[in-house]
């Protein structure tokens, strides 16, 4: 099972800083790697798939990169809703897998 | 507009079983592949089960493969999770979530609770 690593846990920043979370996969996923946000109460929601492809609707201070087994989630600007919990999962082998989550916390 | 929605959860004593369900509209069902993910109060997500589009074709997690049995009626639309043999280590809200073209989950359902405790 391949492991997924996500770091920090907690990342405080105030609204307007760049946020960079960062998935470690235990073996190379190539860039078969995605990245989920979770706001409390909800399902998560597609943000960057395939490593570095925003979803629709996406907007473009979300930004991915990496392959192998390094990966990096880049939030330009924070704006007040992305303050979540974000996910990376892996869809290179099964079973499929998630990260633990970096939730982005109001400093 | 897309569509999921879960029914089905509620309270099961171990031992027990429940059948979740995952109503889908605003798409062709038949032509996508779903998958159920749970996460536990306060925890992660674990991916738990997926089916291909004509349903002959199925995975499960390690953590519930034998005890849970997915399946999905593409007549009515709809994805069902039989579970049985319930622990209280399956409490958790269950998701179905749509494998989009791109191959990870564009779409999910609201999320539905299964709580095992006696």
């Known amino acids: 099972e391949i492991v997924l690593t996500q770091s920090p846990a907690t990342l405080s920043l105030s609204p307007g800083e760049r946020a960079t979370l960062s998935c470690r996969a235990s073996?190379?996923?190539?860039?078969?790697l995605g990245w989920y946000q979770q706001r409390p109460g909800q399902a998560p929601r597609l943000l960057i798939y395939d490593a570095s492809n925003r979803a629709t609707g996406i907007p473009a201070r979300f930004s991915g990169s990496g392959s192998g087994t390094d990966f990096t989630l880049t939030i330009s600007s924070l704006e007040p809703e992305d303050f979540a919990v974000y996910y990376c999962?892996?869809?290179?082998?099964?079973?499929?897998?998630f990260g633990g989550g970096t939730k982005v916390e109001i400093k | 507009e897309v569509q999921l929605v879960e029914s089905g959860g509620g309270l099961v004593q171990p031992g027990g079983s429940l059948r979740l369900s995952c109503a889908a509209s605003?798409?062709?069902?038949?032509?996508?592949?779903i998958h159920w993910v749970r996460q536990a109060p306060g925890k992660g997500l674990e991916y738990v089960s997926a089916?291909?589009?004509?349903?002959?074709?199925?995975y499960y997690a390690n953590s519930v493969k034998g005890r849970f049995t997915i399946s999905r009626d593409n007549s009515k639309n709809t994805l069902y999770l039989q579970m049985g043999s319930l622990r209280a280590e399956d409490t958790a809200a269950y998701y179905c979530?749509?494998?989009?073209?791109?191959?990870?989950?564009?779409?999910w359902g609201q999320g539905i609770l299964v709580t095992v405790s006696s």
């Open positions: 999962q892996q869809r290179s082998d099964w079973p499929l897998t």
């Open positions: 979530a749509r494998s989009g073209r791109s191959g990870w989950y564009d779409s």
């Open positions: 605003g798409f062709t069902f038949s032509n996508y592949a």
């Open positions: 089916i291909n589009t004509n349903g002959d074709s199925t």
């Open positions: 073996q190379s996923v190539s860039s078969y």
